[in-house]
């Protein structure tokens, strides 16, 4: 995690596998509830995270890191880091066509459930940046 100040508490900081990535979600909805998000927007935030992680098991080798900071009680930020071969520049977050049956939606599910997200993505790896408001309707910066 980059650019961490005395304003950021770290609640998790995990290596994802396939056999803890249930664990992790669960694990993420109870930290958000215990933060002060309401039920839908913690079961949302979990959602997304657990959208990124799955993506770290199948397309980056099936291991990666997840950290979920508490940013100064304003928001939630979740990093989902892994070493895979990154994402193409040409990838857009975009929903695919009902008809696709290669998935593809769990990028696009997670930016229309959290407040923001941010794709870094190279040839040592992707990390992706959730964020959630404490405060429904405050958008992060």
């Given at each position: 995690m980059s650019g961490e100040d005395d304003d950021q508490r770290t609640l998790i900081d995990e290596v994802i596998t396939l056999?803890?990535?249930?664990?992790l979600r669960r694990h993420v909805l109870q930290l958000a509830a215990?933060?002060?998000l309401d039920t839908q927007r913690a079961e949302n935030f979990a959602l997304a995270?657990?959208?990124?992680?799955?993506?770290?098991?199948?397309?980056?080798?099936?291991s990666g890191e997840l950290a979920l900071i508490q940013d100064d009680e304003r928001r939630l930020i979740a990093e989902v880091s892994d070493q895979g071969?990154?994402?193409?520049r040409s990838v857009?977050?975009?929903?695919?066509?009902?008809d696709d049956l290669d998935g593809g939606?769990?990028?696009w599910l997670a930016t229309e459930l959290t407040d923001h997200v941010e794709v870094?993505?190279?040839?040592?790896?992707t990390t992706v940046r959730l964020?959630?408001?404490?405060?429904?309707?405050?958008?992060?910066?």
């Open positions: 056999g803890n990535v249930t664990e215990r933060a002060g995270v657990n959208e990124a992680l799955t993506n770290t098991i199948r397309h980056a080798g099936g071969p990154g994402i193409p857009t977050i975009t929903l695919p066509p009902p939606r769990g990028m870094h993505s190279g040839d040592g790896g964020e959630m408001s404490m405060q429904h309707g405050e958008p992060s910066q």
